[in-house]
């Protein structure tokens, strides 16, 4: 596959697959912005495990999250796993929201790149949890380059393996639309496929990308000689 629009044939093609997954599932931007920390290193279901009790606790606020025990909030979110380490993060990206005005919607006059170097100084948010909270709760146009854009692209011959976050963003980011609906579809397509199909030892046999993927074609080529 040949460089381009290639992004933008790869999303079509994983749409087709996979059908659109309306990510991502919140009643909030902030409860967004939680279960964006939440979520690191982690499945969903734990994530959203922690988000219902909080939920249930009435903390999905900063200013609760901020007043409440800390033994409470590490037992609270404890499904998400790494609960200690979670709980002072939480803590810190609700002290941060606080001092940047404590609404979400008083964020929207910043502009995108002064936002992430600010998310980028908050106590454990690192490259992907701020573009989480910038495409997802603040609705601005990022390519997440994670972990599972950076198996599949690469696999696709669009990529080094190696590649480092920020410059895989800078290569894809121009290839798509500016669409913040299409970005998040692009990022929820991406991680569902990483997850079922394009695996560390992947299922190259029921990907509909593996007729456009080196990869699957060298995997899949023994196969085919022998039918």
Partial sequence: MSTGSAAAEVFEVLLAQHGAQHWWPAETPFEIMVGAVLVQNTAWRGAAQAIEALKAAALIVPERILAAELTTLEGLIRPA????????RLRALCAWLLAAG???DG??????????RALLAVHGVGHETADDILLYALGRPVFIADAYARRILHRLGLCEAQVGYEHLQ???????????????????????????ICRPRPRCGSCDLQSRCPTGLRTLGPRLSRV
């Fill in 81 to 88: 796993g790494t609960y200690r380490v979670k709980a002072r």
């Fill in 170 to 196: 800078q290569v894809v980011q121009p290839q798509l639309s500016a669409d913040v609906e299409l970005l998040g579809e692009f990022h929820a397509l991406l991680v569902v496929h990483g997850r079922q």
């Fill in 102 to 104: 404590g609404q979400v």
């Fill in 107 to 116: 964020l929207a006059s910043e502009d995108t790149t002064s936002l992430r």
